[in-house]
């Protein structure tokens, strides 16, 4: 028993095959759409390449401007596919291509809903990408002169003002790592030589932040050295007081910032996949509607248009028997005596000599 069928007249026909037509080019349109998001995505994950480690975030941006490309050819041959449709004479040259165009759309519209499902995925291939990087770059900050990390210094600061974030995980990682180049530290100075001693790596380790992790607005001077001192400043309790740096982390900033990103174009890539897939069921109802009325002979008559021939469960049948029988047919035995493709037929006994003759009547 057909799923979903539906009786279509000639008028109903060529209504379908016309909208079918404009939601074809619509749906090239929204190929544009993805394709543009894919690009957005890409270039604002090149934008901080400096501070991101190597991996898959690239995957999703990939995956959008694929599938947006495949979306404007696709949909620009439905659009022609559903103009001659309208007419019978014409649809005889697309009737052998239809199916298996429906069934490469349908595969298409499914990559659709990975790529928007993908996009909120990412989170956690993101996050570690952004951790490695911004360690990695917060490590060579210091590192002004030497080729490939010249730039780190400016990279991460930009970052941090623009983002309104401080340090990897928090202002803290400032702490642990020495962050000042050595060439403006004084090294006849007391107070450098014994910060290099008291470290076991020799390193030159403050309580103190760059510039860039202060607040602006603020309205305290920026407190940026001796941050864990309270008598180094007046009227000022490390544990208490509000900080005029920035707490927040640059990790947790990036990551919701891309996060926003991500959840938007998942969305509009959800509903993409949803408009495709009713034009896709639309492609499948005209494809069946004019199969039948050309078998039926009435080219102004009636036809019947459906989803499935037959029910979701005959249809996988079918389709699993289809593919476990894939190859058999070019197989031959290799076993002594069973080479002869006429092996299963049964025979007759026509060599036995014990069959019984039967009397010929003699014509009297």
């Known amino acids: 028993m057909a799923v979903l069928k539906v009786k279509f007249t000639k008028t109903k026909r060529d209504k379908l095959a016309q909208i079918l037509w404009i939601l074809n080019w619509v749906s090239v349109v929204s190929g544009i759409i993805l394709f543009s998001l894919g690009l957005f995505l890409k270039i604002e994950i090149k934008k901080r390449n400096e501070v991101m480690a190597k991996g898959d975030v690239n995957s999703v941006p990939n995956m959008l401007i694929s599938v947006g490309v495949i979306a404007c050819i696709i949909n620009f041959l439905g659009g022609k596919i559903c103009y001659d449709c309208s007419d019978a004479n014409k649809f005889s040259r697309w009737k052998l291509v239809m199916l298996p165009y429906i069934v490469c759309t349908f595969c298409f519209t499914f990559c659709i809903l990975v790529g928007a499902l993908m996009c909120y995925t990412m989170r956690n291939e993101l996050e570690e990408s952004l951790y490695l990087g911004l360690r990695d770059a917060i490590k060579f900050y210091k590192d002004t002169d030497i080729p490939g990390r010249c730039f780190l210094k400016k990279t991460v600061d930009m970052l941090q003002i623009g983002f309104q974030c401080c340090g990897n995980n928090g202002f803290r990682d400032w702490f642990e790592i020495q962050w000042v180049s050595a060439r403006y530290l004084n090294m006849a100075s007391k107070e450098v030589l014994d910060r290099l001693k008291s470290n076991v790596d020799g390193k030159f380790l403050v309580d103190g932040v760059p510039f860039s992790c202060c607040n602006p607005s603020s309205p305290r001077p920026c407190i940026q050295y001796q941050l864990t001192n309270n008598s180094a400043h007046y009227n000022y309790d490390f544990l208490t007081e509000e900080l ?18 991500m959840r938007s174009i998942g969305i509009a890539a959800l509903l993409i996949w949803l408009f495709e897939l009713s034009v896709l069921i639309g492609v499948r109802y005209l494809q069946t509607a004019m199969k039948n009325v050309l ?54 006994n026509c060599g036995k000599t014990n069959v019984t003759a039967k009397s010929i009547p003699v014509a009297s």
């Open 295 to 348: 078998l039926l002979g009435d080219l102004e008559g009636e036809s019947d248009g459906w989803l499935l021939e037959n029910s979701f469960v005959e249809t996988a049948k079918y389709n699993i028997n289809i593919i476990k029988n894939l190859g058999k047919a070019n197989q031959v035995s290799t076993v002594s005596g069973m080479n002869d493709p006429n092996i299963d037929v049964q025979n007759t």
């Open 244 to 261: 005029n740096i920035w707490v927040k982390g640059c990790r947790e900033a990036l990551l919701d910032y891309y996060t926003a990103i």
